[in-house]
């Protein structure tokens, strides 16, 4: 996406906040128009420069997009602020948060206790948070029901859900309730306790991009593609006119996601090979924890400087 100069920023903003409410007309074009929006109790105004149609129109105009895993208030702000297109309040927040070995244990509640956390803290980012194991394979009714709660719940945009060809109805009921639906296909994590840890799938060209196209034609506006070869990616992505989304998946893909804490260096003895760690936050932290110790322990905190008079 392409980056709005701070004080521009700021000049939208204002429009948006207090010009626009208060009936005057928007002179701005659509693509610098936020969504405004109410609640029965208050007003709220959501600002997001990330919409799903313009997440869709990235793949025509060639924008790679750039979306991380988030599920905290914190986090989010600091993903957001960074100017990253999309956050998925995946449900690695099984694993990477609750210490869980799979996502399968995560709840919907669960989803939606951090998918607030995620929408309080966004200004700009598209907030997409997965449905878990079980909240929308039962039925197209059920999924329905659990996908409007987390949109409703939360103020998130959009659901993502693992499945192609077997989800396909799901995903077009989803649609037809006005929930824009990201499909999840490759190594699908949900599906760990059938397929293992690679799955048959991964490796078969054909049933890949067979899945893909299911999910496209059931409404999907995009697609994570998750560690299956590059080539085949690249194949999919090019027959797509929704955006593929990679995880080690390749480059061709029309962006890239990665779960933040990975990427970032926070857990522990995870690397697969399409991992990069762009900062050891774990080694920082860690030093800055045993500094902290240590200087309780020795007396030199807290100082004069920190001590209320
Ligand atoms: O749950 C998750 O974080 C995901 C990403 C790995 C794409 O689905």
Not at 35 to 61: D, E, H, L, R, Y
Not at 83 to 89: G, N, S, Y
Request: charged content about 20%; some cysteine.
């Amino acid at each position: 996406m392409t980056r709005c100069p701070l004080r521009l920023r700021g000049i939208i903003k204002f429009i948006h906040l207090y010009l626009c409410p208060i009936g005057l007309q928007n002179p701005l074009p659509k693509c610098l128009t936020f969504n405004v929006g109410w609640t029965t109790s208050k007003f709220v105004i959501i600002m997001k420069s990330m919409t799903v149609p313009g997440f869709i129109a990235a793949k025509q105009s060639q924008n790679k997009i750039t979306m991380l895993t988030a599920y905290d208030y914190t986090w989010a702000g600091i993903v957001d602020a960074a100017e990253i297109d999309a956050i998925l309040v995946g449900d690695t927040l099984g694993m990477v948060v609750q210490g869980h070995a799979t996502t399968l244990p995560v709840t919907l509640d669960e989803m939606i206790y951090h998918g607030k956390m995620v929408a309080r803290a966004t200004r700009q980012a598209l907030v997409i948070i997965d449905l878990p194991f079980l909240s929308y394979q039962v039925s197209p009714e059920k999924a329905i029901e659990n996908a409007g709660r987390i949109l409703k719940e939360t103020g998130a945009s959009a659901v993502k859900l693992e499945g192609g060809v077997s989800q396909a109805g799901t995903i077009a009921a989803l649609v037809n309730a006005d929930i824009p639906v990201m499909a999840h296909v490759g190594f699908k994590p949900q599906s760990v306790r059938s397929t293992g840890v690679m799955g048959k799938i991964q490796r078969d060209e054909e049933l890949l991009l067979a899945d893909a196209q299911a999910a496209e034609q059931a409404g999907a506006f995009g697609i994570v593609l998750e560690m299956i070869a590059g080539p085949i990616a690249a194949r999919i992505t090019e027959k797509l006119s929704i955006p593929t989304i990679g995880i080690g998946s390749g480059v061709d893909c029309d962006g890239q996601v990665l779960v933040l804490n990975d990427m970032l260096g926070m857990t522990d003895g995870f690397s697969p090979k399409f991992l990069k760690q762009f900062a050891q936050v774990r080694e920082v932290a860690t030093q800055a924890i045993e500094t902290y110790a240590a200087e309780v322990k020795s007396g030199s905190y807290p100082g004069e400087e920190h001590t209320h008079q």
